[in-house]
């Protein structure tokens, strides 16, 4: 974007002006890292912030980003004005590095929103500016929970620091991993298609058994927010902590499928049913029992041949579905987790039956 020329001066006026009045609580976080508290910049820190930044504008308006970059940069070390960090970050939007224009954009906005009675109007226009670059990326608020004190979170390759966890992160479109580590050890993973403009939310937590808490260890062997007793690895009670997440015993998920194919052969059959019966009685209609045999009526007798036939493999389908789905699904639940040899299921054509160890 290319200033006009007679806006360019009142600009610079207006960013520099409020770098002469700066007290000790200028220092804001830098790109990059921190920076400490620093008494009021002499003249010549001034001058120097001034210079920089007078060059970074007229590279700026010239398109030449990278080497205007360089110069908000050399007036932001001099002087940490909101302004000069605002102008990094549209340097970064133009470079096409949408996803650290995103984070300079939000640090400019925590620095803004600190010394907002100077740089309310600077804060306001990274914000906005931050929402225009979030949609080319997808960005992901990662939920952590049963982390101990050496957990770590990454999202493909990159470490996500602690201070991150719970907050957006912009991610550029495409399939990346995030992963949840206790002491080294992947304890948790979801794989993230991401598209720009997504905005999601997910939820790291340990899965059972993944040695997050040695087995049967005592109170305080787990880590926050798993409760004093940590987790059973065995899946049983946490013994003070949250109760632990199962998944659904295999058993009743082929249960429930089972009886959603018995709910289809019952709809099935009333379908089939109900046309049978009204082709049944299209015909007693065109050709009485006193009057038959009837001739031309071959094609309709067929027909409702055929829908009885759907209508009787249909209540034999609903009959078998449900009943062997309500079996496994009772089985599932009686099941013992000390029984050496699961129930197996074996089903055919016309056949259905469990066997096993009760």
Not at 92 to 115: I, N, S
Not at 147 to 166: C, F, K, M, Y
Not at 251 to 256: E, N, Q, S, T
Not at 318 to 339: E, H
Request: proline share 8%; hydrophobic share 40%; aromatic share 6%.
């Amino acid at each position: 974007m290319r200033h006009a020329a007679w806006k360019r001066p009142l600009l610079l006026a207006v960013t520099i002006a409020p770098l002469v009045g700066l007290c000790p609580a200028l220092a804001n976080a830098q790109p990059g890292g921190a920076r400490p508290a620093a008494a009021e910049p002499d003249d010549a820190s001034v001058k120097k912030a001034t210079a920089a930044f007078k060059k970074g504008d007229e590279l700026f308006g010239k398109k030449k980003y990278a080497l205007a970059l360089e110069a908000f940069k050399e007036s932001y070390a001099a002087v940490p004005s909101p302004n000069s960090h605002l102008y990094i970050a549209r340097c970064l939007r133009e470079l096409g590095d949408a996803r650290a224009a995103y984070l300079e954009f939000t640090k400019v906005m925590d620095e803004a929103e600190a010394r907002k009675d100077k740089y309310g109007a600077t804060g306001d226009s990274a914000k906005i500016e931050r929402d225009k670059v979030s949609a080319k990326l997808a960005v992901v608020t990662i939920s952590v929970t049963g982390a101990g004190p050496n957990s770590t979170v990454h999202i493909g390759t990159e470490l996500v620091p602690r201070d991150q966890w719970e907050k957006p992160i912009p991610l550029p479109a495409g399939t990346v991993d995030a992963t949840l580590e206790n002491n080294g050890q992947q304890v948790a993973k979801q794989t993230l298609n991401l598209s720009a403009g997504d905005k999601k939310t997910i939820s790291l937590e340990p899965s059972l058994g993944s040695g997050v808490n040695p087995p049967g260890g005592g109170p305080g062997t787990g880590g926050p927010g798993l409760g004093a007793g940590g987790s059973d690895p065995g899946g049983g009670d946490t013994g003070g902590g949250g109760t632990p997440k199962s998944k659904m015993p295999p058993l009743r998920i082929a249960g429930i499928a089972l009886g959603g194919v018995g709910v289809f052969g019952f709809g099935m059959f009333a379908i089939a049913g109900a046309m049978s019966k009204s082709t049944y009685s299209d015909l007693e209609s065109r050709c009485p029992v006193a009057m038959r045999p009837c001739s031309g009526l071959s094609d309709d007798i067929s027909k409702g041949k055929s829908q009885q036939t759907a209508a009787n493999v249909g209540l034999v389908m609903g009959i078998v579905g449900v009943a062997g789905g309500a079996t496994l699904i009772a089985l599932s639940f009686r099941k013992s987790k000390a029984d050496p040899k699961p129930a197996e299921v074996m089903i055919s054509p016309g056949y259905a039956s469990v066997k096993g160890r009760f």
